[in-house]
């Protein structure tokens, strides 16, 4: 994990925390008070792991933990009043967000700690993947334009247009998209 967020107003538990995160090799620690600060922050900033402490002087731990979970990547790990813990578990488990209960044991936020930092590996793969997959798909759509172009405008038969587009981008040394690019800027201006 490169960057963690506490969100806590008990000093006590900003020092176990960031303790604990030093330990499991994170880079920076951002400490803030108030969910206010924390979505605020948010807008700016992704952070790898948000750790939030219950209860906040400004709003309910439970929808500043279901804002971060369902907007970013990062990991949520919401640390509540034993009490509390199968009713948060309840209303947070559909959004990603590990729930702790309090007394921390360290042991057992360690796991946590270990199990945030799998599936951040996890979903930030798959976020590349999908990415990636996006942009496959985009070259598809434009290169299929370029063939219908080239289909429509100088009567090649599909294999024909599709052969021409592959035998430019070789020639050229460019990707079938700039070159299928380059056919709808031609024939589409």
Known sequence: MENALIVSSSDKSVAFFTE?????????????????????????????????????????????SRYVALKETSQVILV??????????AVTEDAGVLVVA?????????????????????????????????????????IDRAKYILISYLKMSEQEAHRFIEKQAMDMRATRRSVAEGVLRTYES
């Not at 009043?81 to 578990?89: L, N, P």
């Open 20 to 64: 604990m995160l030093n330990a499991n090799s994170c880079a920076a620690v951002t400490v803030l008070k108030t969910g206010s600060e924390a979505r605020s922050i948010l807008s700016e900033r992704e952070f790898d792991i948000v750790i939030i402490y219950v209860p906040l002087p400004d709003e309910s731990g439970e929808s500043l």
């Open 80 to 89: 509540v009043k034993s009490e509390y813990f199968d009713e948060m578990c």
């Open 102 to 142: 309090r007394p921390v044991d360290r042991t057992i936020f360690r796991s946590s700690l270990r199990l945030a930092k799998s599936t951040l590996g996890k979903l930030k793969k798959l976020r590349s993947e999908n990415c990636e997959l996006k942009q496959k798909i985009e070259d598809i759509k434009i």
